[in-house]
């Protein structure tokens, strides 16, 4: 599952991922990684309780704590073995 927030290109990931790109290259106050990543990690008997739903807003809640809600974001969701 995958999902962009805060993009004009909406759920188009390769358009978005331009639009990120085109973003970053404005950012010409830093030289810095202007990526941030962030990994949730959850439990297994939590599974059930997943939902897409859920996972968008948990994403939601995140991006506000961090104060990244108005930031351009690609989400997603696997499971390592």
Partial sequence: MSW???CWAG???E???REVA???ALNTRTTQEKTYHLVVSFHPEDDTRL???????????FADALG???HQRHCGVHVNT
Avoid: W
């Fill in 22 to 24: 085109d973003t970053q």
């Fill in 51 to 61: 939902t897409p739903e859920v996972f968008k807003a948990i994403e939601q809640r």
């Fill in 11 to 13: 759920d188009d990931y």
């Fill in 15 to 17: 358009l978005a991922m």
């Fill in 68 to 70: 990244l809600s108005e």
């Fill in 4 to 6: 962009c927030a805060g």
